[in-house]
Structures are given as C-alpha cells and as structure tokens.
C-alpha cells in the first residue's frame, strides 16, 4: 500500500491576500493531488470524507497518523494553520509547506520543506504548472527518503528531548472506520504469525495503512524469519522496518541477533566486527543496556569458539587454540560482566560471565578474575533464586546449574538439573539447548566430572521425550507465472491454443533440468493454460503442490479458468489437478480468505502473484527457482511477471523464461 498523504488547505474560491478569488479546488486538483500521486502517494483531503459525523475527527485522525501532510498556506487561514500546529506538536517530520503567488512573512516559518508555485486567473499558472508539480514531487520524494533527518518541526527542532507519542496511543474513539480496518489488518498479521505464514505476514506487511504499522508488520516479519533461521531474508524485512524506526529496540535486537547468525555461517558480506560495530551503536543509543550487552558478548564468545572448534582438531589443539585466542576471550567476559554490573538480577549475562571467567582461568593458568568469581558467584545464585516469573523458572534453575558446573560435585549438578528439568514443560528444544552449552565445555574437558553429570541428566530427560518432527521442508520450491490460453476473442495473440501442447512439453524439460522431484514444492495460480500445465507436470512428478488463488474458486473458474479457448475442457483438468493435490499433500489456499478484502486500487491477480512470491521466498530464498511462460511484456510492477523474474533472478539466478513468442521455433 502507498504512503498516506493528508492535505491541509483551504475550501472552495476565497480571496487572495491581494484580494484575488483563487479557486483552491483547482489548486488541488491541478497541482497538489497529481504531485503527490505522481510520488506514490495516496491522497486524502479532509472534504472527501462525506459520511456523516464531525468531520474534525477524521482531520485529526489524518493529522495523527498520515506519513505527510502537505499544508497549502497561500492564505492566512485559520484552519489550515491551526491543523499544522497540531501535526508540528504531534510529530517531529513529515510536512511539507506550499503557498501560491505573493505570500506574507508568515510563510517563513521554520522549515526547508516549502515551496512556492505559480498563480494566474485564480488557479494554478498554466505556464508553471509543469514545473512547480516536479518541484513538488522532488520535494515530497526527499522528504519521505530522508525522515529521520532534520526535524521540520519547529517544536520537536527547539526541543530536542522532547520524545513523538507512541503511534497506537494516538486512536481517536469517533474515527471507526479507519481503526476497524486497522484492527481487522492487525487480527490476520497476528493470525498469519500465529499459524507461521510469514508469506502472508509479508504481503500484509506491504498493505498496512499508515509507515508505522508497516514499520512494525516488516519487524514483525523479520522475527518471525529469524526464527525460522532465514537470517539473509529476516535482515531484508528487519532493516525495512528500521528505515522507518530506526530507534525499535526490538528490531535492532534482531537485526544483531541475524548479523551475528550470518557471520557465524560465514555469509559472504558478514563478519564477527560488523554485528559487534551493530550492538555498539544500539548501546549509544540504549546505554549499559543488560540484553544488548549480553548479545555483543555472545558475538565475543562466537568469534572465540570459531577459532578453536574445529572437526578433528584434538583435545589438546583445541585447548591451545582456546587459550591462544585469550583476548578474545577476555572481550566477551567484559561484555557479560558488564551487562550484569548493569542489572544485577540479569543472571543470564551473570552466569556467562561467571563460566567464562573460570574458562579462562583453566584454560591459561592466569588467576585475574579469581575475587571477582567468588563475589559474583552468590550475587548470580541469588538473582537466580528469585526469579519472579513462572515462565522464567526453567531457565533461571538451569542458571543454578551451571554454576553448580563451576563450584559443585557431580551429586550437587544432577540435583541441581533435576530441579530445572522438574520446571521444564516438555520443551525438547529447551532441554537441548541447555544440554549443547554443556557439550562446548566438554569438548574442551573443562570440570569433565561435573559436566559429564550435567549431559547425563539432560540425556535421561530428552529420552522421555520424542524429538518433535522436524516440519516438512522443500529441497527446492519452484514459482510459476504464465499466460492464460487466449480467449477466442483476443485481437493480438499472446498464447494461442495451439502452442498448449508444445509449452506443456518446455514446462517438463524445464522442471527436469532442476531435478525437480517428489522433495519438492510447487506454488502457483491454477488458470487455463501455463498454471494448469505447470501443475500437471508438478504432480507427475510426486511433487508437493500449493495452488493460491486471487478469489473464492466460483469466481476464479469463471475468471480465469472457462474464458481461455477450450473452456469447458480446461474446467476439466482444474478439477482433476485439485483431485489429485490432496494425494501428495498439496493445499489451495484462497487470498480473500486468508488475506482479507482487496485494498482499493490493487489488482487481485498481482496481489496474488505477490503472495506466491513471498510464500516462495520465506521457505528459504536459496532453494527457489523460477518457471515463466511469458511473452516478455507487462508491467514491471509489484507482483507482475517481470517483477517476480527479476526478484529471483538477483537473488538467485535461478530462473527459467519460456518466451511465448517463440515457441514454434
């Protein structure tokens, strides 16, 4: 969804300030409207609202939450000044200042975003009006790139502290329709979370109302792929996010948490330094913040345990190679020790700093953090002892644990593990996780008895347990886009129905020369033509298939289906290709369903390619390839053919192009 515009100015024909009627409906019409539109705006001018109710609410919404609002100060009135002060008192950017012909002093006001443009005859000048829209259209471009440069506002610019109110505290009660949407956007962005639909939540993402809800679906996004371990893509939504807030905590934690993971997977582009020089401008900006702390710590401890872990080295090499990398080491004690000094009941940068120090000491002999050990060590066994929360019990147990590995016996471990275990609800990952922190100081035989009697106990707990099933992942996911056969009526041909039997054939050898296969998934629309042939192919070859569809099944066959030469047959194979999906575990998925009603001015059939992108690409973006049975023409836009070509096509390269044109050569 295009950024909102909110436009403040002047009703109708009134008097200039030299006494000259200008018609201000012609002004906006003419001049602001189609610059604003021509920058990919979506206008709103409060006298479009023609529902009954208080129209100055609505005004309000728009001055609250709209991403620009462009205020028309040709005259001094009294309204429009009035609506630029509430903007300038609510938000620090976002307003740009235009006035017609001659203006008063008054236009001086504090800002580089103005602009003058030309008058004549009481409405905009037609020997100007070119060039004062580009004017406009540069301006609005600028200022939407650079929000979080110079504050326009003179309010928040005078005083700096002074800190914007949170976007969702700014709901005005009478204003329903805007916040019904809103609440009905905000229900399936949790639902598609819910449910791990990341696709959905991306496409849901792209259509939020307002910068700041699509400020937090793309974080929402981005968490959601980091969990999903697709740190590349995840960094992509997360930054998004960011351009917009640059100041969520939460988004930047989870831009560190993806550097760190990338670096760690040795990414091209990635590095230890570049997610450290991350967590040190968070920490700018969040000072002796406990959490961001511990993550560059856990950045240190990374770094340190890559340069010593390696298949095959010994014990004895790895020991060296651990001690050798010492001031690595000592970078992520001071990081946990710090974040711990900062927040003394934070026992989890506590333990870690507690474990590293006495590594440390095993490792080089060097006795540094001797006293710091024993003061530290009752301070984090205490913060442990009172966690407050139910939800936290395993984890701080685990904590008692752990230090029970640094200063206890093999008897005082078990019972200490066997407590958190008693505190665990059945999380196999959990019990895991805290199961491998244990095999890191195993492979470098640090307490080997206590440690031994730590896995011990996690073992006998995770054999009670069956090990979830890892959920079914496609080796490959393979995207199509193709033309619909022509309607009998089509004056240019573009896929006519005698080249069907010939393109079915370069759909097959295209899928065979990926290796295409029953480890696969397949995802597209299912219209007469290119889809139909793709999916048949796709199933004969035991192949997963997701159909997505732009509308309830009724409307698609009619739509998409019947139309095309040899309708009825078509129709056919539509209900033999949905027959067969189920068999293999293949689904149809309905966009208005799952998706909600179509926002105004999107076309249903690139929304819906947008989704099958954005499904294709939240399962891993390495494993998609792209099928096209297109003649090379169209737009260019968001879910158009050449627009998931080439987002393939850079991401992957993988990417196969059927040219309609040429087929019968």
């Known amino acids: 969804m295009n950024p909102h515009a909110f436009v403040a100015m002047p009703f109708g024909i009134k008097p200039g300030p030299d006494g000259t009627p200008i018609d201000f409906n012609r002004v906006y019409r003419d001049y602001i409207k189609p610059a604003l539109e021509a920058a990919g705006l979506e206008v709103f001018r409060a006298d479009e609202e023609r529902q009954a109710g208080d129209i100055r609410t609505d005004m309000f919404q728009e ?31 976002g307003v740009v200042l235009v006035s017609g012909g001659q203006t008063s002093t008054a ?81 399936r962005i949790n639902l598609a979370r819910a449910q791990k639909r990341i696709g959905d939540l991306l496409v849901l993402a792209d259509e939020a109302p307002v910068a700041a809800f699509r400020a937090e679906a793309w974080i929402m996004a981005g968490r959601a792929l980091r969990a999903a371990e697709q740190f590349a893509f995840a960094l992509e939504q997360l930054e998004k996010g960011l351009e917009i807030e640059p100041e969520d905590k939460s988004g930047l934690t989870e831009k560190g948490i993806c550097l760190q993971r990338l670096a760690l997977d040795g990414s091209p582009g990635h590095s230890f330094e570049r997610a450290r020089s991350h967590y040190e401008k968070m920490l700018e900006r969040f000072p002796e913040d406990p959490e961001t702390l511990a993550l560059l710590g856990r950045v240190d401890k990374d770094a340190w345990s890559l340069a ?37 009941g934070h026992y989890y940068s506590g333990i870690n700093a507690l474990t590293l120090m006495q590594l440390y000491t095993d490792l080089t002999g060097d006795s ?176 997963r298939c997701q159909v997505q569809l732009p509308f309830e099944e009724p ?42 009603s179509l926002p105004a001015g999107v076309d249903p059939f690139e929304r819906c390619n947008l989704w099958l992108l954005y499904t294709a690409l939240a399962w891993d973006v390495e494993r998609v390839r792209f099928i096209s049975l297109w003649n090379g023409g169209g737009g260019d836009g968001p879910g158009g053919t050449a627009h998931m070509y080439n987002e393939v096509k850079r991401r992957t390269g993988r990417v196969k192009w059927i040219d309609t044109r040429t087929l019968n050569s």
Request: net charge negative.
């Open 308 to 344: 010593w872990d390696r298949p095959g080295a010994s014990v004895e090499e790895m020991r060296e190679d651990a001690a050798y990398e010492d001031a690595r080491l000592r970078g992520a004690i001071a990081s946990y020790r710090r974040a711990y000094c900062a927040n003394p």
């Open 63 to 93: 001055l609250l939450v709209a991403d620009l609002v462009v205020a028309d100060l040709t005259i001094d009135n009294p309204n429009v000044w009035y609506e630029v002060g509430v903007r300038h008192a609510l938000r620090a950017r």
């Open 368 to 543: 540094r953090y001797a006293d710091e050990i024993q003061t530290m060590a009752g301070a984090v066994k205490f913060a442990a002892q009172v966690e407050p929360s139910p939800n936290q019990r395993f984890w701080s147990a685990c904590t008692l644990g752990d230090l029970e590995v640094l200063v206890g016996t093999p008897d005082s471990v078990t019972s200490a593990y066997k407590e958190a275990i008693a505190n665990n609800r059945n999380d196999w990952f959990a019990l895991n996780s805290s199961r491998s922190q244990l095999l890191l100081l195993d492979k470098l035989r640090f307490h080997p008895e206590n440690v031994a009697a730590g896995v011990a106990a996690f073992d006998r707990a995770l054999q009670r347990l069956s090990k979830p099933e890892d959920s079914w992942r496609p080796r490959q996911v393979f995207l199509f886009s193709g033309h619909m056969v022509d309607t009998p009526d089509r004056a240019q041909p573009r896929f006519p129905s005698d080249l069907v039997e010939i393109a079915g054939e370069r759909i097959a050898e295209a899928l065979a020369s990926q290796g295409a296969g029953p480890d696969d998934l397949a995802l597209c629309q299912a219209a007469a033509g290119g889809d139909l042939l793709f999916l048949e192919s796709c199933l004969e070859l035991g192949m």
């Open 555 to 596: 409307e698609f066959i009619q739509r998409s289906v019947l139309p095309s030469a040899g309708g009825d047959d078509w129709c056919d194979r539509f209900y033999s290709v949905k027959q067969r999906l189920p068999e293999l575990g293949g689904v149809i998925r309905i966009m208005p369903i799952e998706l909600g």
């Open 107 to 187: 236009f001086d006001l504090y800002t580089d975003r103005k602009l003058r443009y030309g008058l004549a005859d009481g409405g905009p000048d037609p020997e100007t009006l070119e060039l004062d829209k580009s004017r406009l259209v540069e301006m609005v471009t600028q200022t939407m790139e650079s929000w979080h440069g110079r504050k326009t506002s003179p309010v928040y610019h005078l005083m700096p502290n002074l800190q914007e109110p949170d976007w969702k505290s700014l709901r005005i009660g009478d204003v329903r329709e805007f916040w019904e949407r809103h609440d009905d956007w905000e229900h």
